[in-house]
């Protein structure tokens, strides 16, 4: 059925469900896995200098050390379950898009992703990665709360 699974993960316990659900499909359906984790790049907002608490090369360290520990949790349960899995830390503004590329150039049949289930005003106001992702994917995606 699948041959190339996309999960996309940020670490969360909404990502540890995708991953799960994802590493098992991936199982059933003997395909490969790409798990991906998507940091937007540094951003500075302040009036003053004084107030910047971190510079962007610690950003960028950050950031990457944390996306490579999500996705070293991800190869580990891939290799525990005998599952072919790389991965990918990606920098970019708009993580939906990093998404949908990926997708594409990797030649991926699924992308799997979490949805946190934003209502209201919050979810008009903050946008939908998981929505942005569904729209623009070529490719099947499947949605996990």
């Given at each position: 059925?699948?041959?190339?699974?996309?999960?996309?993960?940020?670490?969360?316990?909404?990502?540890?469900?995708?991953?799960n659900h994802g590493l098992e499909l991936?199982?059933?359906?003997?395909?490969?896995?790409?798990?991906?984790?998507?940091?937007?790049?540094?951003?500075?907002?302040?009036?003053?200098?004084?107030?910047?608490?971190?510079?962007?090369?610690?950003?960028?360290?950050?950031?990457?050390?944390?996306?490579?520990?999500?996705?070293?949790?991800?190869?580990?349960?891939?290799?525990?379950?005998?599952?072919?899995?790389?991965?990918?830390?990606?920098?970019?503004?708009?993580?939906?898009?990093?998404?949908?590329?990926?997708?594409?150039?990797?030649?991926?049949?699924?992308?799997?992703?979490?949805?946190?289930?934003?209502?209201?005003?919050?979810?008009?106001?903050?946008?939908?990665?998981?929505?942005?992702?569904?729209?623009?994917?070529?490719?099947?995606?499947?949605?996990?709360?």
């Amino acid at each position: 059925m699948y041959q190339h699974i996309l999960i996309a993960t940020d670490g969360s316990q909404a990502a540890e469900k995708a991953v799960n659900h994802g590493l098992e499909l991936a199982r059933l359906c003997g395909a490969r896995v790409t798990a991906i984790a998507v940091h937007a790049p540094f951003r500075m907002i302040a009036v003053a200098p004084e107030v910047i608490v971190a510079t962007p090369p610690d950003y960028a360290t950050t950031a990457k050390n944390d996306a490579d520990a999500d996705l070293q949790r991800v190869a580990k349960a891939a290799e525990t379950a005998d599952i072919s899995c790389q991965t990918l830390a990606i920098e970019h503004e708009q993580a939906p898009v990093a998404i949908v590329e990926a997708a594409k150039s990797l030649g991926c049949d699924l992308i799997v992703i979490p949805s946190r289930g934003r209502r209201g005003v919050t979810a008009l106001v903050l946008g939908s990665l998981t929505m942005e992702v569904v729209s623009h994917a070529t490719v099947p995606v499947l949605v996990l709360r």
